[in-house]
């Protein structure tokens, strides 16, 4: 703000109080942190001419009267009349008052020019005045106003005088500028089309050098790619080896599985074997006797190792068993929607079957103390107390049994036996239909006994009758045979063969099938011995193509892709070949006479084979006589008449 020197501190508070709306008393001037006084002036705070000074406003009182914003000031309007000082000629001032006059109307544009390098505009010009008024001349005239503005930007090229001077009598021209102009060689037009072609040559060769280099740096990117491919393939085949090795080295040290015993005696009877041949190629008489009795107690030894392993395996799996058994009754209704989701929905029997769960669990938790232990029985105690049978009965009466031991003091190692009677005879309870409707659906033992009658064979390795479920059944069987049992007891004994890689590959060979979708049959009519047979005895345990023996990595795909899968239509190949040959269009020709001959002679091996088991004969007889597409003959009734 502009003042005057002699201003003081008084009339600036007088100022600002209007500006600010506020009174006067509550406004305090500061400057370089003390207060000024009313009476001072700015030439007393030592400010000069054209000076500037910077003072600090605060309010007295900042709670009641606050400092507010000051309104901001309305932009500048021009007054109507002004007053214009001028010099006359004789050296005197006079003043001249000026009206100003407020032209609603735009000025026109009338025109002007537009550089053509520099994009600058000139307009012509336009006088603000108005233009004079004609006279009326009493004719009365009509004019029509149109909205429409028409633009236009046209390029003209302005006049420019040139003329030329040359010496002459009475005119002399300089020639020091001068330059002199020496025709150069004619050049003819087969010339000029020639260095043409010269020229376009050039350019030619360097754009295909251009290309070549462009094509040999992609061709190097695309090694360094199929390089470095190349070295993840082989590093995930040595991992995924290396993985197998070791879940197999951890099968044979924590047998689980019946796949796991496999296993163990499959390795058990490849190390008898050895030790057998290394015996007989290496001693005889006494000796040999000698090392074979040695070699039949290490053998006995090693089973009953294996055995011991089995019970701790047989107990871990029948208490996985039930704890399945139990989730599963207790397990939620559950049901796909329309849109997609999942829906739960507990019933009565669930609720039952999780309560029962959780006091079979709660039974056989250890490590509680004798009031957590006593509440655990109370609450079985209740539960069972709903029916009146003669499980129940005994069940309340151990549990009151150890209830009493418990309040005597005895100890928990010598309560275990009763304890397991008590968890017993509860899950016994829990699978009782009567009390647990869920267990219903789960048990194997059908509730009806006249369903017992049905599908019911003997077995005549342990003269039991058995339900079909338990009879294992090859393509090639016309009999029902030995049950599961049987059979995996005299693998164990004798042959002790390892079917796990050949479960494994028919299982891949199933899912393979059945991704085609095309209503292939035959894969799931042959079991274990059967595809067995068809890797080992028709392509010896090996890759058609590349004599790979690894089964891990060997596959059974189709050879002809457009039919169903058959011991008479595969080949087996490992996992890469079996991809480059799903991408083959016509096999003769990617693989040539002799190799297709080749396979042809171990499909005819294949097909008189299976071809007299009764389930492929029967297949076999009825593709036979549906007639292949292409191969039909279009026939046309002809009309005979006699003339």
């Known amino acids: 703000m502009a003042c005057a020197l002699s201003q003081t501190v008084h009339n600036l508070r007088d100022h600002f109080a209007g500006e600010l709306r506020m009174p006067a008393d509550k406004l305090v001037f500061m400057f370089d942190g003390s207060s000024i006084k009313d009476d001072m002036s700015l030439l007393d705070l030592g400010v000069g001419p054209n000076g500037a000074v910077q003072l600090e406003i605060s309010s007295a009182d900042p709670i009641s009267a606050p400092i507010k914003p000051p309104k901001p000031k309305p932009e500048y309007v021009m007054p109507d009349v002004i007053t214009v000082r001028v010099e006359r000629e004789n050296g005197t001032m006079e003043s001249i008052v000026v009206e100003i006059e407020r032209s609603n109307r735009r000025k026109p544009f009338l025109g002007g020019y537009k550089h053509r390098l520099t994009s600058v505009e000139y307009h012509h010009a336009a006088a603000q005045t108005r233009p004079k008024m004609r006279a009326e001349s009493g004719i009365e005239k009509f004019c029509r106003d149109t909205q429409t503005v028409n633009t236009k930007n046209q390029r003209q090229q302005t006049k420019i005088e040139t003329s030329t001077q040359m010496t002459t009598i009475g005119c002399y021209v300089a020639n020091m500028t001068d330059r002199l102009v020496v025709p150069g060689k004619y050049t003819t037009a087969s010339e000029h089309h020639a260095m043409i072609l010269s020229k376009v040559i050039i350019l030619q060769s360097y754009f295909r050098r251009w290309q070549a280099k462009r094509h040999v740096a992609k061709l190097k990117v695309d090694l360094a790619k199929r390089m470095e491919w190349e070295r993840q393939e082989e590093i995930r085949k040595i991992k995924e080896k290396e993985d197998r090795i070791k879940k197999e080295f951890e099968r044979r040290m924590n047998p689980r599985t019946k796949e796991d015993f496999d296993l163990l005696y499959h390795a058990l009877e490849k190390w008898r074997q050895e030790e057998l041949e290394t015996i007989n190629a290496s001693l005889s008489g006494p000796k040999r006797k000698a090392a074979l009795c040695h070699l039949l107690d290490q053998e006995t030894q090693l089973i009953a190792s294996i055995g011991r392993h089995k019970l701790e395996a047989d107990t871990e799996n029948k208490q996985r068993a039930i704890q399945k058994f139990l989730d599963k009754a207790a397990s939620p209704k559950r049901w796909r929607s329309y849109d997609g989701k999942y829906i739960e929905m507990d019933t009565a029997y669930t609720t039952r079957a999780r309560e029962l769960r959780d006091i079979y ?32 009965q005994e069940i309340i009466e151990l549990i009151d049994r150890e209830a009493d031991l418990l309040m005597r003091g005895v100890k928990e190692s010598n309560l275990e036996g009763l304890r397991k009677r008590i968890s017993t005879l509860f899950l016994q309870y829990v699978k009782t239909p009567t009390f647990n409707a869920e267990a219903a659906r789960l048990i194997k033992v059908p509730q009806d006994p006249s369903s017992l009658r049905k599908n019911i064979h003997y077995c005549q390795s342990c003269n039991s009758y058995l339900p079909s479920t338990e009879f294992q059944l090859s393509s090639n069987s016309k009999l029902v045979g030995r049950c599961r049992r049987c059979t995996k007891l005299d693998n164990d004994a004798r042959t002790r063969q390892d079917f796990s890689h050949f479960r494994f590959m028919l299982r891949s060979l199933r899912k393979s099938e059945e991704n085609m979708q095309d209503g292939s049959r035959i894969a799931f009519l042959l079991q274990e011995e059967d595809l067995r047979y068809l890797v080992e005895n028709i392509w010896a345990t090996q890759s058609a193509l590349s004599a790979w023996t690894d089964l891990y990595d060997l596959v059974l795909v189709r050879w002809d892709k457009d039919e169903e899968w058959s011991p008479w239509n595969c080949i087996l190949l490992t ?59 279009a026939t046309k009734s002809v009309a005979v008449t006699k003339a």
């Open 361 to 392: 669990n709660s039974l056989n938790m250890k490590y509680l103390t004798q009031d957590e232990r006593l509440d655990v029985l109370l609450t079985l105690k209740h539960t069972v107390k709903e029916h009146d049978c003669k499980l129940t």
């Open 575 to 633: 996992k890469d070949e079996a991809q480059a040959h799903a991408r083959i269009e016509d096999i003769e020709k990617g693989y040539g006479r002799v190799f297709c001959h080749k396979i042809k002679t171990k499909h005819t091996l294949a097909r008189n084979y299976f071809s007299r088991l009764p389930g492929m004969a029967e297949h076999i007889r009825t593709q036979a006589n549906q007639p292949k597409p292409g191969n039909s003959i």
